[in-house]
């Protein structure tokens, strides 16, 4: 829980930099600078201290998997911040807020229901 928290500080903290204080022009852009910058964070705090002990993939093979789901979040989450700016005229932080706030839920459930289904009861 501590890894996620400080590696959506990054994240939102670098978005806020980039679209407050340095101006960047393109939040969608921003999104991808300041979530890269996050997941590389994550990546090695969750394989050092969250999951030590997870041996059953190689580093290789868990970085390929955290880097799809990577992708997959950045995506979704771009393609809800273009929405939210340019088609509702929402304010890029709030924005980024509302586009992250949609995707931890979809990923909750994506990992939920295809990374980790639930056993079949009998």
């Known amino acids: 829980m501590l ?7 990054l994240d939102i903290g670098i978005f806020c930099l ?8 393109f939040p969608v852009i921003s999104n991808v600078i300041s979530k890269t910058a996050a997941a590389t964070f994550a990546f090695f ?3 050092r201290f ?11 093979n868990s970085a ?18 273009w929405l939210f ?5 929402a304010p890029a932080i ?10 931890v839920v979809a990923t909750f459930l994506f ?7 639930r056993a079949a009861s009998s």
Not at 3 to 9: F, M
Not at 85 to 89: E, H, K, Q, R
Not at 94 to 103: C, M, N, V
């Open 3 to 9: 890894g996620q928290a400080i590696g959506y500080g």
């Open 18 to 25: 980039l679209i407050s204080v340095l101006h960047v022009g």
């Open 45 to 47: 705090f969750h394989a």
């Open 111 to 117: 990992m939920r229901t295809f990374v980790f289904p």
């Open 94 to 103: 709030p924005a980024k807020l509302a586009s992250d706030a949609i995707a």
């Open 50 to 60: 969250s999951f030590p002990g997870a041996k059953d993939k190689s580093p290789a």
């Open 85 to 89: 700016i340019f088609v509702f005229n």
């Open 64 to 81: 390929i998997a955290y880097v799809a789901m990577l992708v997959s979040n950045m995506v979704l989450v771009s393609l809800l911040l």
